[in-house]
């Protein structure tokens, strides 16, 4: 796969509860730099990343809920209304996990929904991203949780935090593209390190890859 057709499916990320403003700025530097798909930073970086990237291609990923997803549905919308005020053109949620094991379906479905109708009610195209964090649910609940984010309205289902007991696997991006079919986005993320990985995450069925080291796995692209 050539490298710009690698660099365009990739949010370079940079989410570490230490991550300071000097490195947000390199991060948004490095994905203007190689044409990544968008940088994703906590919500306090938001206007940072934005003015950072202002003037170029990529776009601002914000996450909601992040990491664990435990916050009430209320503080979720408010974090995606100030994340869209302060520029975001996509947003990544965490639901709330144990209410999906819980097999709380309509308040997960509900949760998500509210979310997306901030993200419609914006003044340009916003996208949201369900993280549902596959490492901690069985196959059954991922398909639960991914068909939730396709009813809610959702533009992605999104494997992991990268925060979890576990990351991306080819078999969980090949479940959930199997679940939502071709019309909505699958994002992996966790774990991915290098070239090979996030290929093979993309011929999974992955649409964008979540990833800190983006660098690194560009080094393995062909042109």
Do not use: W
């Amino acid at each position: 796969m050539r490298r710009s057709e690698l660099a365009g499916r990739i949010d370079h990320t940079l989410l570490g509860p230490t991550a300071t403003r000097d490195e947000v700025v390199s991060v948004c530097n490095e994905a203007v730099q190689v044409a990544a798909a968008a940088v994703c930073v906590n919500p306090c970086h938001a206007v940072l990343a934005r003015d950072t990237l202002a003037g170029s291609r990529i776009k601002l990923c914000i996450v909601i809920g992040f990491p664990h997803g435990m916050t009430t549905s209320t503080i979720k919308v408010t974090e995606a209304r100030e994340a869209i005020a302060a520029g975001a053109d996509e947003l990544d949620m965490v639901i709330n996990v144990a209410a999906l094991k819980e097999g709380a379906h309509d308040a997960v479905r509900d949760e998500i929904r509210e979310v997306c109708n901030v993200a419609r009610g914006a003044d340009r195209p916003v996208a949201v991203k369900v993280i549902l964090e596959t490492a901690l649910l069985t196959d059954a609940e991922k398909v639960a949780g991914a068909k939730l984010a396709k009813e809610a309205g959702a533009n992605f289902v999104k494997t992991s935090t990268g925060f979890g007991p576990g990351g991306a696997t080819v078999e969980d991006v090949a479940l959930l593209r199997e679940t939502v079919g071709e019309d909505m986005g699958v994002k992996a993320s966790g774990g991915i390190r290098n070239y090979e990985s996030a290929v093979a995450m993309i011929e999974a069925g992955a649409s964008r890859i979540g990833a800190s080291r983006t660098l690194a796995i560009l080094e393995g692209a062909d042109g």
